[in-house]
């Protein structure tokens, strides 16, 4: 068990930073207030779970990453970057990762799933529609589904989580840890998307393909499967995407993520690339320098 | 720096926790939270694998249901006729759909389901219930219409044993009748034929229902039908002169009296006293300026002969007696809900169930009076009455033919122009101006109205109990209330090329499986509004109307497409029901002001007339800019997802980037259309005209 020695430390320490951190949870506040904001002008909300799931899927593609980036970009990098000294704790580095993962994970989950469950809660209270003259029921419409939404919302957040922490790892210094979390923003909420695009307008993507292709980003695969598990199960229409694909794609990125976290915990590749950089320019610098000199002289 | 502090010192916590612990201690407590790690895996696993199977609904009053497949016509008549009738019915519950949704038939259920947009409008059955006819004493009527002794009960669609092809009928045809036991069912084929089956050969099973592409498809056919019928009429025009009015000193009616059947009376030039009677098939033919006066007490002309025909002459000197207050006032029309407004009673001893009608909209003066006489002819002929013009009772196969009435400039002290009991006809090239209701029409399924010009009267053409009409090409403007109102849910009226203009409500369609099409409605308060269910509207052109279209029946089976919506302050004001998506087979309707980019044919970008954005894009600057934020066109994207959860409203999936009916815009130079079709992209006729 050595190896997992010190992970529940670590993921409680974790926790506490986000629970301290007091922007976080107007962050909280304020996606609660976009929910409110998109369900009332979309009106899902009184037509039920299904629907409301429907409303928020593509707000959620574009904030769950934010929330993500925001949480993990700074892991392992700049003010927080205290990597020697824990080395120094009895803590095994497996532990150091998944415990940094999970309590950051845990403070997503609170993040993100709060205002979730509070808009559930709202659509059990609005509740379907009514009627004085016929017979009113719920469809397939059902609680559960919402939980699917919310369960594939947070593990889609678990996905950006690692792979912003895996940026962390390997840029040390925070104002390039920004710039490459963004990076990794862009990358998610687009670029799969636009790479599929360009593959099945260049013809490089057969028709046929397209839905295991579309797995490989991880906001496609979140979509797809809200879309087949979640939205399907109303209308019988399946088909959005490579379901085993999606979460063998979404469980990739964590998985390999979490790899480079593991990996990199130690090893300084931007480091030595950010050395090698300086080197060059002062290298450049010293050059221009001898040059002034030199027409002076 | 307050992090930092805090983050710094939470590192000190870390070290004194970990040095402090045993190891031992250390390893329980991440195993406890590996172990609560586990639980949730397999918990959310589970989420997704488990079949959560929702309590199945059991079946509910067909009366709470939101029905279909019986015209309110048969529903009153077989209420009336017999109390043991029972029709074969369905209840179907819509993975999608709140409501629960009656069927009158199974058949009906069986076509209604093949429909393209079904599914995406209801999603699937999650469970559906069929009547019972097991133990429940079945027998048909003379008319193959089943009768119970017991009331049925109701039985899972999937159990029941089905027997189709049989003698049993419903008032639309042949019907398929469902059974809790195969023996049942073997019973009753043994008495009424046909075969016994189940569901699933019921689901794949050829029945053949009207609908409303049934309706498009015959409309020539009932154009050729109209006119070979007027020919027909035209012919009793010529008939042999066989009396003339004034020779020998004779009055009109002796005239009448003394000419031979299947002759002409010669009306000459000059006013001739009424009233008359018409007792025999002759034609009364005017020339010059005839005219029939008669006292201002009743009637002026009464025929009860058979191929009676009344040419070129002109009447007046009608009675003022019309029903009263009951039909100008606004009653409640029971167009929807059940018995509604007309259920008078039986005051007069008549048993009928629509006795109170004749009364009501059939009663009083007029010009010319035909009762029991098929095969009338009306035509050339000038109408001054200040009550009805003229009122036709049984009698089939008339003609009303370049007819003008001029009724009472105010219509609550008027009466019908042309009043149709229960007699089918044409009426054609006619002018109405004034008084109640140009045509009013009560049972005369198969009725033509072509080619009429209708001015302020309180409505154009008003369709009661009548099915299968064709309204065509009439013009009708300045009605106080409605232009075309076809009420007490009826099935199968075309409604097609009517120019209706400055009209408080130009078309309100009731009813089931009609077609409105090529109608241009204009200036008036409100276009359209559609109490209709599984109707094809298109092609409709819909400009400057302060409300475009209201949709109110509540069930989403329409099909609305390639209509043009210019000009109208609000284009879809109202919405009660579910959302619609009012698109069929990728393409949608032209909607001034939908914006988006298109490939030539439809914008990509959802339009929702009766959102409040999309709703204004075409006359409030700057909303053109709310509606491209990315936040709301995200919203668009899966609005039309799963729309029998949404609540009212209307959207159009794949707008059509220039108008259907552009020759119409060119022709009346109108130049606020700007077809968004982008250059590179097809011109739109090749790609979405018929």
Known sequence: ?297 | MYQTIQYRYSLIQLYGEMTDRTSSELTSGTLLLIGVGVVLLGGSIGLFVADFGTATPEPVAFDETVAIGLTLEDELRLEDESVDVELPRMQVFYSQYPYVVGYYGIESFVTAHREPTHEQQFGFPTVAYVTDYTSRGIRLTADGLPETRLSPGWIAADEAYYVIDSEARTPSGETIVPFRTAESAEAFTEEYGGTVVEWDAVLQSDVEVDDAETVRTRLDGHRDEADRSVVRRMELADRPVGAVVGENGTTLQDAIDAAPSNTTVLVPNGTHSGPIEIDHPVTLRGSGDARIEGDGNGTVVTVTAPETAIVGVAISGVGDTTPGPTVTDDHAHGGFSGTGGHDHGDTDGDDSWDAAIDDDYAGGDSAVSITTADGVLVADTEIHTDAAGVIVRDSPDFVVSNVTVNGSANYREGHMGVAAMRSVGVVEHSTFIGGLDGVYTHRADGIVVRNNEMYDNRMGVHLMFTSDALLADNAISGQEQTGIYVMTGPQGNGIVGNEITETWTAISVGGSDSYVADNVLSENDLGMRIDATASIFERNVIVDNRNGVETWALLPTNRVTRNDFVGNDRHVPISSGRLRVWTHNGEGNYWEGAIGTTDGAVIQRPYTPTDPIDGRLHRVDGANTLAQAPALDALAGFEGSVPGMRADGVIDVAPLCSPANEAWFERHGRTDIEPVCQSGGQRTENVHHD
Not at chain 1, 4 to 29: D, H, I, M, N
Not at chain 1, 140 to 154: E, K
Not at chain 1, 165 to 184: E, F, K, Q, T
């Open chain 1, 1 to 297: 068990m050595s190896r997992f020695r010190g992970f529940g430390v670590v993921a409680w320490r974790e926790l506490l930073t986000v629970v301290r951190t007091r922007s976080y949870l107007l962050l909280s506040a304020g996606l609660l207030l976009v929910f409110v904001g998109v369900l009332r002008v979309a009106g899902g909300i009184g037509g039920g779970y299904v629907p409301t799931a429907v409303d928020l899927l593509l707000p959620l593609e574009l904030l769950v990453p934010l929330v993500a980036v925001a949480l993990g970009y700074r892991a392992f990098s700049g003010e927080n970057d205290d990597r020697p000294v824990l080395r120094t704790y009895p803590l095994s580095k497996s532990a150091l990762v998944a415990g940094v993962f999970a309590g950051r994970f845990v403070g997503l989950a609170g993040i993100v799933g709060g205002p979730l469950v509070a808009v559930g809660l709202a659509v059990s209270q609005i509740g379907g529609p009514e009627s004085r003259v016929f017979a009113v029921h719920h469809g397939v419409d059902s609680p559960i589904l919402f939980v699917r939404f919310i369960a594939l919302t947070l593990c889609f957040g678990a996905v950006v989580l690692a792979m912003a922490m895996a940026v962390s790892v390997l840029v040390r210094n925070s104002r390039a840890a920004l710039a490459a979390a963004l990076a990794v923003l862009v990358a998610v909420v687009a670029g799969g998307d636009l790479v599929a695009l360009l593959g099945l307008s260049a013809g490089s993507i057969s028709d046929d393909l397209l839905g295991t292709v579309l797995a490989v980003g991880p906001n496609a695969a979140y979509r797809g499967l809200v879309l087949e598990s979640v939205v399907g199960v109303v209308t019988d229409r399946s088909n959005a995407i490579n379901v085993p694909a999606a979460v063998f794609g979404l469980g990739g990125w964590l998985g390999v993520s979490l790899l480079i976290v593991w990996f990199g915990l130690d090893r300084r590749p931007a480091l030595l690339l950010q050395n090698a950089l300086d080197r060059a320019r002062s290298l450049g610098l010293r050059r221009r320098l001898w040059a002034r000199l030199r027409r002076r002289g």
